[in-house]
């Protein structure tokens, strides 16, 4: 069994969240809860583009200094532009205190506050 390759959710995997870099992983639980919620909603699959980063991660890929990615609080997630609209307005009824869009890049940060 490969390093943090299990099931904590219906649809997701650790592994889908651990950093690129070194394989650590945070993931805040009310985070994985929104991101069910959404993958729900849509009845399709929600692909993660970025979960957690380390900080050397986090600034290879050009993150804001405070990213909620480096306290498992934040997931990027796929989404094709015609979809992003939609995406956002779920993402608010899932339970994200934020959505930004990239249409141009076909991803969307979503993240939670950590209160
Ligand atoms: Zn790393
Ligand atoms: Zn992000």
Redesign the pocket.
């Known amino acids: 069994m490969r390093l943090n390759d299990f099931q904590i959710s219906e649809n997701f995997n650790l592994r889908e969240f651990q950093?690129p870099?070194?394989h650590?992983v945070m993931l805040h639980g009310r985070l994985l809860a929104a991101l069910q919620r959404l993958r729900d909603m849509l009845s399709r699959p929600v692909i993660i583009t970025s979960g957690y980063?380390?900080a050397?991660?986090n600034k290879a890929v050009g993150g804001v200094k405070n990213s909620l990615h480096m306290r498992g609080l934040a997931a990027d997630i796929a989404s094709d532009g015609a979809m992003m609209e939609s995406l956002r307005n779920l993402a608010r009824v899932a339970g994200f205190s934020r959505v930004i869009t990239y249409p141009a890049r076909s991803f969307a940060h979503l993240e939670i506050s950590d209160d």
Do not use: D, V
Request: proline letters at 0%; charged letters at 10%.
């Open positions: 950093c870099c070194c650590a980063r380390c050397a991660h």
